[in-house]
């Protein structure tokens, strides 16, 4: 009787460790064919497009000589698409850029004091033109641009008609700006100067709304 009953034992763990390499194995199967699916998807298990970083915003701070940061980048871009100012567009505020917004300052008869307050980051905003804008890529990814190179998902640029190619263009958007270079020609509709790459447009947030109304401004015409 206590022989049988060992045995009983000794069946019943022998088929509990069958039963969990046969799990074991069926799991690896299930992983294998994901991860194959996976790869042959190039990574990605949907069609959706990697999310970009919002561009940065300009005229929410006062800006002054000794400061820093993105917002400081978007003023020298304004100030170099007017003549104000040359050398790299950089993120520090130095002395070139307060002679710059001086400049401004004087030539729209503004209180002249090189600081960029309310006032003065829209006054400057609205040196920019005006245009409608629309975006293009999904569905054209793996395309070549006009002005040579592939679209993918997330290349920044924009197509314009008659700007040379590499031109740099600040665009804005409700508050956010961003440089992006001339990549393509287009868009080819009457009051539509721009069409940016939906990287761009998805940094500008204005996906959803497929033609925006924005500002933009030409701050190096390549040659």
């Known amino acids: 009787m206590d022989h049988s009953l060992r045995l ?14 046969a799990f074991a194995s069926f799991a690896a199967i299930v992983s294998d ?5 996976v790869n042959n998807s190039g990574g990605l ?12 915003r300009f005229g929410n701070r006062t800006l002054r000589e000794g400061m820093a940061g993105d ?5 020298k871009g ?14 520090d505020f130095d002395a070139q850029t307060t002679d710059a917004v001086k400049e401004f300052q004087d030539s729209a008869d503004i209180s002249v004091d090189g ?3 309310k006032t003065t980051s829209k006054s400057m905003v609205q040196t920019m033109k005006k245009t409608e804008a629309s975006w293009y890529g999904p569905g054209l990814y793996g395309n070549g641009v006009a002005c040579g190179g592939t679209l993918r998902p997330g290349t920044i640029g924009v197509a314009h008609k008659t700007l040379p ?23 080819y509709i009457d009051g539509r100067a721009l069409d940016l790459t939906y990287a761009a447009a998805e940094s500008l947030d204005f996906i959803d709304a497929g033609v925006a109304n924005v500002r933009y401004a030409v701050v190096n015409r390549a040659k």
Request: aromatic share 4%.
């Open 8 to 21: 009983g034992k000794l069946n019943r763990s022998v088929f509990a460790a069958i039963a969990l390499i």
């Open 33 to 37: 064919s994901s991860s194959a699916a």
């Open 45 to 56: 298990t949907t069609n959706a497009s990697p999310a970009s970083k919002l561009a940065p």
């Open 71 to 75: 917002d400081v980048r978007i003023l």
């Open 78 to 91: 304004i100030a170099r698409s007017n003549a104000l100012l040359s050398g790299a567009l950089t993120t």
């Open 115 to 117: 600081v960029v307050d």
């Open 165 to 187: 190619c590499g031109s740099k263009v600040m665009i804005g958007y409700r508050g956010r700006y961003l440089m992006a270079k001339v990549i393509d020609r287009g868009p």
